[in-house]
């Protein structure tokens, strides 16, 4: 009866399966780089980009950070505007 049991149970999906372990080699990566991601100055040029679309500041006027700690990164972005 025992086989049966084992034969009839219900298998996790290999997709499911395959996302667990996609996650914990990405995280693993994350963790072993270190450092800022690869992303961040195409992102500070992007903001700055954005910035410039309604105030004219200059290239080192915007300063960003990213913190992480556990399961949560916080992006931390200032910018330093001109006195009107």
């Known amino acids: 009866m025992k086989l049966l049991d084992f034969l009839k ?3 996790k999906q290999s997709a499911s399966v395959a996302k667990e372990r996609l996650q914990i080699i990405v995280a693993h990566q994350r963790s072993q780089r270190g450092g800022t991601p690869d992303y961040m100055p195409m992102l500070e040029k992007e ?3 954005v ?3 309604y ?3 200059e290239d080192d ?3 960003i950070n990213l913190d992480s700690e ?3 990164s916080v992006l ?3 910018v330093t505007l001109p006195r009107a």
């Open 9 to 11: 149970r219900e298998r």
């Open 47 to 49: 903001l700055l980009e």
């Open 51 to 53: 910035i410039r679309r």
């Open 55 to 57: 105030v004219q500041v």
């Open 61 to 63: 006027a915007i300063n």
């Open 70 to 72: 556990d399961n949560c």
């Open 76 to 78: 931390e972005l200032n």
